[in-house]
């Protein structure tokens, strides 16, 4: 389990922070609010460390092998891609922030990810290509989209048969992680979570404790789900 505090929030090297203005220009789920932190993010070990740790979590949890499409939506930098590069085939990871599309890039013409690509996509709003996966991966990205039912949806089209969608993310929390106009959700309840994905034709979920994060000395604990679609016979 993580200690150390990580920094989320530009606000947070800000001095207004520490006289306790939670207000920032960019809305704390909109693609501007990364787009000013793609660059600086993964100067943040905690990032680096969680990325790791999830990595391993999803190791231990799903077969990976050559083989194996990775989907990564919400990809941010691609950190959690990078940690598990070496255990997968191709690689696409979708975010919605051109920043952080952009860092990816430069990852991927640097040869940092081989076998790459970036996509800009959001399945909340936009059509979901026709391809197919093998593993689909999302890592704090959940708790930031308002509307989940045509995210999950588009993950089970997007999803090959046998394949799994391992996602990680907050336990349900007091509102205190992002603070004040925060739009999306204040963490998961397991079961609620696992509700969603059964109405999207996921099923079989099962939860494993992931991984602390520190928040302004505060923990905040993140879950890793681990979800199938049905093998048609
Ligand atoms: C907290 S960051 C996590 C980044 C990365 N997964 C990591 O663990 O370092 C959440 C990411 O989700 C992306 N995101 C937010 N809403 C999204 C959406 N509707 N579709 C795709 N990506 C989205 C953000 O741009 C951001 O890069």
Not at 108 to 120: C, H, M, S, T
Not at 180 to 185: E, K, L, P, S, W
Not at 193 to 209: E, K, P, R
Request: charged share 20%.
């Amino acid at each position: 389990m993580a200690t150390v505090d990580e920094h989320d929030h530009p606000h947070e090297h800000d001095p207004a922070h520490e006289h306790g203005d939670h207000e920032t220009d960019a809305a704390p789920n909109g693609p501007a609010f990364f787009d000013d932190q793609a660059a600086t993010w993964d100067e943040d070990p905690a990032k680096v460390e969680r990325a790791a740790v999830v990595a391993d979590a999803i190791a231990a949890a799903v077969p990976l092998g050559p083989d194996t499409r990775l989907l990564e939506y919400g990809a941010g930098t691609g950190l959690v891609t990078q940690a598990l590069r070496d255990h997968v085939g191709p690689v696409t990871l979708v975010d919605t922030s051109a920043g952080m599309r952009a860092v990816v890039q430069a990852k991927i013409d640097a040869g940092n990810l081989p076998d790459a690509r970036v996509w800009a996509l959001d399945l909340a709003t936009e059509e979901t290509p026709d391809e197919q996966f093998d593993l689909i991966v999302t890592v704090l990205a959940l708790h930031h989209i308002a509307d989940l039912a045509p995210v999950l949806a588009g993950f089970a089209t997007l999803l090959a048969p046998g394949g799994h969608l391992c996602i990680v993310d907050l336990d349900q929390e007091d509102g205190t992680f992002h603070g004040d106009g925060f739009a999306g959700h204040h963490g998961f309840r397991r079961p609620e979570l696992a509700d969603h994905l059964a109405s999207a034709g996921f099923d079989g979920t099962t939860f494993h404790d992931c991984h602390q994060m520190v928040r302004d000395s505060v923990p905040y604990s993140l879950f890793l789900a681990v979800a199938g679609t049905p093998v048609p016979a």
